[in-house]
Structure formats: C-alpha cells, structure tokens
C-alpha cells in the first residue's frame, strides 16, 4: 500500500508517519506540495499514484481566521477540494480531519457523526467547508474530526504548541494560573488519533464522518487541573469565564464529539499521563 502523508512536519502528521512504518509512504510538506495549487495537486497526485492520501494540513489559528478569512477558507476548505477530485482520478482513498468547531456547542449531550453542523467561527465554517469539498469531490473518503489535539509538537511552518505544553510553560513562570472554565470537549492524543487512521484503513471501514476524539470530557480549567495533578506541580489554577480572556472568534459551549461508529478511543486523562510520562 502506497500513502501519501500531507502536513507531514506537524503535530499529528510526524504521528502518521510513525503509525504507518512498514507501508510505502511518501511524507509531504509545504515544500513538496503547496495544497492551495490545483494544479499542482493534480499533476503530483497523478505522477505518485498513492492508494490512500491523508491530509494532516490545516490552518489552525481560531482567532486569527476571524481576520485571514480568505486564507482559511483557501486552506481549510477549497484546498480539500483540490485533493479530494485528484484522489478520484487517481482512485486513491481520501482522509482529512476535521473538527468539533464545525458545531454550535448547543447540545449538552454531545454531537454525533451525522448531526448538522452549525459553526459558529469563520474556522468552524472553514473546516466545515473542507468537508463540503471533500464529499462533493470524492466518494471514497474518512473524515475524521477530533478536538483539542495534543502531543509532540511538530517542526513545520506554522505549528504551534498545544494546551498542554503551553500550560507547562506557563507554569515555569507562574504559581498561579488563570484558566477558562467553560467550553466542554474532549482531548485527542496526536499517537493514538493516528493509530485510529490506520486502523480505519486497513479493516476497510465504510466511507464516511467518523468521530475519533478521546473519551470523557473537559473543560480548559479541568484540562489544566488535570495537568498539573499528574505532574504533581504546586500550581494554583484559577478558573474564570471565557469574558477574562476577549478572543476574535466565537466558540462552542459544548462540543463532545460522540463516537458511534468504532471502539471508544482511550480516556483522555489516560492518553494525558502517557504524553507527560515522555
């Protein structure tokens, strides 16, 4: 099996790499493929002739996309487009993440994989557009939303810390941290988000939307509680409202990505104290 890995210099994409050890893989960056090029996408695809092509490239800057609306629907959404129409050409399997932003975060008790998407940010519609593109230009094609990912931080372009590093930082500098106490999802451990790729591949699941983020649930406030219990760190976190923090973008309430589809993905205070343990 050949597979082509975009995005391949970030966070989840070094993972995919690693899950994937033993297949062909072609591992891409902006340097190999400028996804926002149709044509260029076209003309590489077709030369490569890969069997499956995941896309782990995005622009993930919530608020900033309140501001470069143009350059996340570019790269969020049309650029799904581009990939997903030369995948059918090259009669290769499509799969492309996405997010929980793509919902309101109305429904206390979760989203499902079919619901109907409301977002609320001009990210959330970005991404929603992504999977627009994808479905419209390809039938056979997983997308797989997940939220608030962690792990290893990627050495691409554009990546950046997760909530996790970021609050261990902080915590170099603080005893006391203030932290959002609202916002209910659940984290997704980068390794474990990859080996759910593989796994969906190669027992050939029906083409669709798939959920795959972490189980349980959490608020940014429990998310850093957590965090700094396992590290056993004397850090005072003080939870707040969102109003504290002013941001750009709008963003869900709740946003529980419930999985009906496949086994349940590990619990996220587990796949939590694997990352902090490396």
Not at 29 to 34: C, I, K, Q, T
Not at 73 to 82: I, S
Not at 189 to 205: G, H, M, N, W
Not at 225 to 249: C, H, L, T, W, Y
Request: hydrophobic share 40%.
């Amino acid at each position: 099996m050949k597979i082509l890995i975009l995005g391949v210099k970030g966070m989840l994409g070094q993972e995919l790499k690693h899950a994937f050890l033993g297949a062909e893989v072609l591992a891409w960056d902006f340097e190999e493929l400028d996804i926002t090029n149709e044509i260029e996408v076209k003309e590489k695809i077709r030369e490569q002739k890969p069997d499956v092509v995941i896309n782990a490239a995005a622009y993930n800057n919530v608020d900033k996309a309140e501001i470069e609306k143009n350059k996340a629907v570019l790269l969020n959404g049309y650029a799904l487009g581009y990939i997903a129409k030369a995948c059918k050409e090259a009669g290769a399997i499509f799969i492309h993440y996405s997010t929980d932003y793509v919902f309101d975060g109305k429904r206390k008790e979760g989203y499902k994989e079919m619901d109907i998407p409301k977002p609320v940010s001009a990210y959330g519609a970005s991404k929603l557009l992504g999977e627009i593109e994808t479905a419209k230009n390809t039938d056979k094609y997983y997308i797989i939303r997940l939220s608030r990912l962690f792990g290893k931080t990627g050495d691409g372009i554009s990546v950046k810390k997760s909530f996790v590093d970021t609050m261990l930082d902080l915590a170099k500098s603080k005893n006391e941290i203030e932290v959002i106490d609202e916002e209910l999802s659940s984290p997704t451990y980068a390794p474990d988000l990859a080996e759910r790729t593989k796994y969906i591949v190669e027992s050939k699941q029906p083409f669709g939307i798939y959920h795959s983020a972490g189980s349980g649930a959490c608020t940014w406030y429990e998310f850093a509680s957590e965090i700094f219990k396992q590290k056993g760190a004397d850090i005072k976190v003080v939870p707040v409202s969102g109003d504290k923090f002013p941001r750009n973008a709008l963003r869900p309430k709740y946003s529980v990505l419930l999985n009906t589809k496949l086994p349940p993905m590990r619990d996220w205070k587990e796949v939590l104290s694997n990352y902090l343990a490396t």
